[in-house]
């Protein structure tokens, strides 16, 4: 069964970055036609996707948030990452990291989420 | 940006009775639109996709409908652990989210 877990800093600073890894375990992250995802949810409200992407390096970001994302792939070690810069006190969010088998949806595999705290 | 509006924001019914919950499209998304349910402090979880296809392991008590703009999520006959959170989707454009339907125990 696939797992996806989240891992990083719970607090960061304001104008820094924010940066989480996502470790996939019970599957292949170089598997066929699936994509790799970050969304994530401030408190007590909505979803917000973030970004996908695929084994080979192709992405896919939030236009409102493109300017500040960047998402990786590192295949030998089963993990995907987000890096968030210059973030404010409204990146705070828990933040899922997802599989889909669409980059733009049908999220099937979440991670359980960590909340990340922007506050200096 | 495609703007998803789900009504009613807060749904109060009893367990046994049918749930009707509904999101509206700013503009047309085919059948792009997945359903979730979020439970409090938890993960959300896939429901249906492609509008009407129910995800591996959801109870038939669930279905989807509908294409284009208006789409409906229906629970049979609600059992005690549905009383949650539920969220549309889209994928027809950059991905979005409805702002949820809470429904809870009457």
């Known amino acids: 069964q696939l797992q996806l877990q989240e891992s990083g800093p719970g607090l960061v600073k304001p104008s820094e970055t924010l940066s989480l890894t996502c470790t996939v375990s019970g599957g292949s992250i170089s598997s066929s036609y699936q994509y790799w995802g970050w969304i994530r949810q401030p408190p007590g409200k909505g979803l917000e996707w973030i970004g996908s992407i695929y084994f080979s390096g192709n992405t896919y970001y939030n236009p409102s948030l493109k300017s500040r994302v960047t998402m990786f792939v590192e295949t030998s070690r089963n993990q995907f990452s987000l890096q968030l810069k210059s973030v404010t006190a409204t990146d705070t969010a828990v933040y899922y990291c997802?599989?889909?088998?669409?980059?733009?949806?049908?999220?099937?595999?979440w991670g359980q989420g960590t909340l990340v705290t922007v506050s200096s | 940006e495609i703007v998803l509006t789900q009504s009613p924001a807060t749904l109060s019914l009893s367990p046994g009775e049918r749930a009707t919950l509904s999101c509206r499209a700013s503009?047309?998304?085919?059948?792009?639109l997945a359903w979730y349910q979020q439970k409090p402090g938890q993960a959300p979880r896939l429901l249906i996709y492609?509008?009407?296809n129910g995800a591996t392991g959801i109870p038939a008590r669930f279905s989807g409908s509908g294409s284009g703009t208006d789409f409906t999520l229906t629970i049979s006959s609600l059992e005690p652990e549905d009383f949650a959170v539920y969220y549309c989707?889209?994928?027809?454009?950059?991905?979005?989210f409805g702002q949820g339907t809470k429904l809870e125990i009457k």
């Open positions: 503009q047309s998304v085919s059948n792009y």
């Open positions: 997802t599989r889909s088998l669409n980059w733009g949806g049908d999220f099937d595999s």
């Open positions: 989707q889209q994928r027809s454009n950059w991905p979005t």
């Open positions: 492609d509008a009407s």
